[in-house]
């Protein structure tokens, strides 16, 4: 690739670095940014190059990935990366955020020339590292496409749900179903331990039965709920952030009203 195909990358936290480093391994080059220096020392190592500003990032490459937390995030690092970028170059949103933010997002870009692209992704880190996230985008054909072989680097499942904001429509509700299934695998158990039945058993027992879900596995895996206190409230931010764009929805507050015994034991104290 020539220099107008660099790859740019801010968030390189336990999601967003070993989606970084799948892009570097594939032999593209990359260029990061980070707040703390040694943040950005592993990836200088496997051949990436670091920028001193989120300007000069954004000015440097045709395509740049977003992976921090939160929309508050997302919007600060947005509003120093669009000025700087160059016409015709893209920016990807990997954050899980309000699709609005999304949307507006896109209309900054298209007054600056730019392409958007929101494509959050799941999976974790385990599988950003082994290259097998599914990746749900939303935006125009013509981008997506373009930005196709920097998300094959990291990415198995890569689908074009719609126009800038579908790919957080369908992150949000595929965490919301995660959360709530975990929610009523807490029930589930719950229920049959006053029953009398024996935790272990029961679990083993549905995990080869009809009732068996993803969320239920890591349920059951999970000695207490205290135990899912890392990932709790990025699923307690998304149940939210779909609760805020159907505040009036009843699927929106069935999700959120299964989740909430569980994510509540897992976010106490």
């Not at 660099?6 to 970084?20: D, E, H, T, V």
């Not at 892009?23 to 001193?52: C, D, N, Q, T, Y």
């Amino acid at each position: 690739m020539s220099a107008t195909g660099k790859i740019g990358f801010i968030g390189l936290g336990s999601q967003g670095g070993p989606m970084a480093e799948r892009i570097a391994l594939a032999g593209m080059p990359l260029v990061v940014w980070a707040r703390r220096v040694e943040a950005m020392e592993p990836f200088i190592a496997k051949g990436a190059s670091a920028a001193a500003s989120v300007a000069e990032l954004g000015a440097s490459c045709m395509q740049v990935g977003v992976c921090v937390i939160d929309d508050t995030g997302v919007i600060g690092i947005c509003d120093e990366l669009i000025p700087a970028m160059q016409p015709g170059s893209r920016l990807v949103i990997h954050s899980t955020i309000l699709p609005e933010t999304c949307a507006a997002l896109a209309e900054r870009c298209a007054a600056r020339g730019l392409a958007f692209i929101d494509a959050p992704v799941s999976g974790g880190g385990p599988a950003a590292a082994a290259g097998t996230l599914t990746v749900m985008c939303g935006g125009e054909a013509e981008a997506f496409e373009a930005a196709l072989p920097v998300f094959e680097t990291f990415g198995k499942m890569i689908v074009l749900l719609g126009p800038a904001g579908s790919g957080q429509r369908a992150k949000i509700v595929n965490n919301s179903l995660m959360a709530a299934n975990m929610g009523l695998a807490h029930a589930a158990l719950a229920a049959g331990e006053a029953l009398g039945m024996d935790r272990t058993a029961l679990a083993s027992l549905i995990k080869e039965s009809s009732g068996r879900s993803f969320g239920f596995e890591v349920y059951a895996r999970l000695p207490t709920p205290a135990a899912f206190a890392h990932g709790a409230p990025l699923l307690v931010k998304d149940v939210g952030l779909l609760k805020a764009t159907l505040p009036e929805n009843d699927g929106a507050e069935a999700l959120r009203l299964a989740a909430d015994p569980f994510l509540s034991a897992a976010t106490r104290g």
